[in-house]
């Protein structure tokens, strides 16, 4: 059968460094509890009553709800290494800079596009359109001629006739 033996770590014996407190020593001590300033802004809060309680209030909670994106994001700023903050901060400028390059060039080939139709394409559509309404009105004319011709055959072709004969 097999025995278990517990063995400890040479590692969890040995006395930890740090600092050394005495028994009076209060400087470590943080209060997690509220303030008196929260205590006096509500006066029905059971911090009131135990100021230096280990529980936090509803006090607290909602203070922590008033803390802004902003904030949170400016608290970030002690989280990454300075050095990782200047490479970020280098390489969104960079990003930056050249969104802003595009978006500028973008415009001003918009500009350059959108003048040159104005400047060449209004005056070939004026253009076009006065030569499809000069065709329509040839069409037009034929066509009166053509219903002329039907209404009165002896003339239309008379006249014809003696502009095709040859002057003897």
């Given at each position: 059968?097999?025995?278990?033996?517990?063995?400890?770590?040479?590692?969890?014996?040995?006395?930890?460094?740090?600092?050394?407190?005495?028994?009076n020593?209060?400087?470590?001590?943080?209060?997690?509890?509220?303030?008196?300033?929260?205590?006096?802004?509500?006066?029905?809060?059971?911090?009131?009553?135990f100021p230096?309680?280990?529980?936090?209030?509803?006090?607290e909670?909602?203070?922590?709800?008033?803390e802004?994106?902003?904030?949170?994001?400016?608290?970030?700023?002690?989280?990454?290494?300075?050095?990782?903050?200047?490479?970020?901060?280098?390489?969104?400028?960079?990003?930056?800079?050249?969104?802003?390059?595009?978006?500028?060039?973008?415009?001003?080939?918009?500009?350059?596009?959108?003048?040159?139709?104005?400047?060449?394409?209004?005056?070939?559509?004026?253009?076009?359109?006065?030569?499809?309404?000069?065709?329509?009105?040839?069409?037009?004319?034929?066509?009166?001629?053509?219903?002329?011709?039907?209404?009165?055959?002896?003339?239309?072709?008379?006249?014809?006739?003696?502009?095709?004969?040859?002057?003897?």
């Amino acid at each position: 059968m097999v025995q278990l033996k517990e063995v400890e770590d040479e590692l969890f014996t040995q006395e930890q460094p740090g600092p050394i407190l005495d028994d009076n020593d209060d400087d470590y001590y943080t209060d997690t509890g509220t303030s008196l300033l929260l205590g006096l802004l509500s006066l029905h809060s059971p911090a009131n009553l135990f100021p230096d309680s280990e529980i936090s209030s509803d006090d607290e909670a909602d203070l922590s709800l008033e803390e802004t994106l902003a904030d949170r994001l400016t608290a970030l700023r002690d989280v990454i290494p300075p050095k990782q903050r200047a490479a970020l901060t280098s390489s969104l400028s960079t990003a930056a800079s050249w969104m802003k390059s595009g978006l500028s060039w973008s415009g001003s080939a918009l500009f350059v596009i959108s003048t040159s139709v104005l400047l060449f394409g209004v005056p070939f559509a004026l253009a076009n359109l006065d030569e499809m309404e000069h065709m329509e009105r040839e069409r037009e004319e034929k066509m009166r001629q053509g219903a002329t011709d039907v209404l009165t055959p002896g003339v239309g072709s008379a006249l014809t006739q003696q502009q095709a004969k040859p002057a003897v």
